[in-house]
């Protein structure tokens, strides 16, 4: 057993503190990682606050994972020592289940959550990326394209599949004409991979607080839903809508942005069920769907995809220490875009 230290969750109610814990030896098909950064979810909060009712404690968050390989097993084939690697929101899956779907994973019973869950032989439990080492199958090891740098590409591992799919599995390309709703730590990262895809790119964000920075980032237009003239002026315009906000919003005004056979994607999760009306969606053919990460064969597609288009997060550096203030100020959306830490900080 290696001990790792880390930064960990011990209720509901309690700031993040420092935690030393065990990781597993590794076995044949294990990478051990050191992790150099991690990204900061809006869910590692819901989660070591219990906001979803399913945490378990000590939790060690964190899931958007990028470091180096120190060590790997004898049958590993695909990663050496000294790679640049990185671990996204599963470790783990139904592995031999005859139902495993390589395309869809995410989607599957047997998930191994990165952190807050148990490895598949349901004792020991997992821990994320707010530390200094992982071991993980070799099958759920990412590779990092080597022109990326490695802290801005954290949070691809999370934000940045959690959009790239649905813009995959909605066709967003040339003659697209694509809404990110939103602009955000998930929402910015939207912007980047749909302009990159092709598609023409409308921010769709409260107010016009970030328009700069939503134009530099790729977007062709954008728009404050504060101002109803928004919605008059957009009604029937787009294709495809991703909707990255967990606030109650008016999803019946949002559907009608939307052209004939247009869909509405959800990937964040309002706490309250929303009303839709049937007239939202019947008289224009349009769906309203959700979305959720990605596959391992997809994520990375994407990171690929990255390296090949040198997108990565626009990010804000934090030590460790910082982790309990970053999290009140990711809850006021005061965070251009996203919250990297630099696990190097552990160890000062
Ligand atoms: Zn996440």
Known sequence: MAIARGYAATDA???LTPFTFERREPNADDVVISIQYCGVCHSDIHQARNEWGNSHYPMVPGHEIVGTVTAVG?????FKIGDHVGVGCFVDSCVGCAARDLDNEQYMPGLVQTYNDFEAAGKTPTYG??????VVKEGYVLSI???LPLDAAAPLLCAGITLYSPLRHWNAGPGMKVAILGMGGLGHMGVKLAHAMG??????SQSLSKKEDGLRLGADHYYATSDAETFKALAGTFDLIICTVSAEIDWNAYLNLLKVNGSMVLV???EHSVPVHAFSLVPGRRSL?????GSIKETQEMLDFCGEHNIVSEIEKINISEINEAYERVLKSDVRYRFVIDIASLKA
């Open 74 to 78: 004898s049958s590993v084939t695909k």
């Open 199 to 204: 598609a023409d790119v409308t921010v769709l």
């Open 268 to 270: 964040g999760v309002p």
């Open 289 to 293: 769907a959700g979305s959720m990460i």
């Open 145 to 147: 394209p080597d022109n």
């Open 13 to 15: 109610s309690k700031p």
């Open 129 to 134: 990326g707010y530390s200094d080492s992982i």
